[in-house]
């Protein structure tokens, strides 16, 4: 990939996650929230992507850690590892992707309480900074981290909530010699604060489940580019979800599930919506001022019921090892405009599990379109069994 600055600035415009139209961008009320490391809102995983990208509350799996770590509590193994791979935005580059690491480990005799960790990486491949003549300055390879840790603890047999500290590394910096234009790498800290209930109902002669789950992610610091002069917020959000699972028939089941994620970011004020530029000056750098705590109680006053986002989906599982999913991803197009459906399947074994997704975008022009992701996951209990009977 071969981009001058200017057509870099687009590309991180588009890992922010907006998919958008010309209608939408000449619309007056289009206004979508912006902020830093935007990669950590990037679904990792296959299962929850094919399901239209929820997971706040169905069945703890391996992939727990990013929707709602208090899952790992009811976790029926005593540890697992996965690994995810997205390309992302296949329809404009081929060398932008993020991996995705995630494992935990049940503690403890009572089987009530887990440690979980993941380490996820989005490499925006490589760069080539041009100056405005097409002249060569620089070639360089940007990329985003984060690293985190979690706990997670059952409060009673049908709730357990979790935390989780995470550590954000973001490397985009470029310099200019002859513009004097330079940024550099920033690094954030943030938190999550999760609960996770699930219950048995039985309705007719079947014995269903019923389960509620939240997860408010990213609650932290800001980071800069820019030696704290451009100081962007963290994608702080607040997920909450439900789902249901109902048995078909012998060894047949089916789940549907509903979540709702509100960003806990306020957006940036717009030109159009103030009569003068020093109006807007003013209001622009109030915006930037403000904490990120501030920033998460303003968010509610902002056009609320626009920024909610929606994912509905249904998983059929025969057996426990194979699996299909779909969903449906909705976002107000005076937000961001990203609609899509996911589809998806899984396959298990005793120690190994295979997940695939894929996305069809319903928003015009969306660059999120036919993206793919592919989930290895490894059952340690699996792993025991099957040594042991060797």
Known sequence: MKLTKSIFAIALMATALTA??????????????????????????????????????????????????????????????????????????????????????????????????????????????????????????????????????????????????????????????????????????????SGYYTTYPVIGRNECQWSLGFNLSNIGSKVSYNKGNDPAYLPANLKIGTAFTFPLADYNNLTLALDANKMLVPAKPRLADYEDALAYDDALQEWKDKSSISGIFDSFSDNFAKRITYSVGAEYAYNQQFFLRGGYYYESKYAGNRQYFGLGAGFSLNVLKIDASYMIATAQNSPLDQTLRFTLSFDMDGIKDLFGRN
């Open 20 to 193: 958008w139209s010309q209608d939408d961008i000449k619309n007056t009320e289009f206004n979508p929230v912006t902020t830093g490391v935007t990669s950590l809102s990037i679904t990792p995983d296959a299962r929850g992507a094919s399901m239209g990208d929820l997971g706040a509350a169905t069945e703890p799996d391996v992939n727990s850690q990013f929707w709602n770590p208090s899952k790992y509590a009811f976790a029926y193994s005593r540890a697992g590892v996965s690994l995810s791979y997205t390309p992302w935005l296949r329809k404009i580059v081929n060398d932008i992707y993020l991996a995705n690491l995630s494992g935990y480990y049940k503690v403890g005799g009572n089987d009530n309480q887990a440690v979980s960790a993941s380490l996820r990486y989005f490499s925006l491949g490589e760069v080539m900074a041009t100056d405005g003549e097409g002249a060569m300055l620089s070639t360089i390879n940007p990329f985003e981290m984060s690293v985190d840790l979690g706990y997670s603890r059952k409060l009673s047999e049908k709730f357990s909530m979790g935390v989780a500290l995470r550590y954000i590394y973001s490397d985009l910096g470029y310099s200019d010699m002859n513009t004097g234009d330079q940024t550099s790498s920033a690094s954030a800290f943030a938190a999550d604060i």
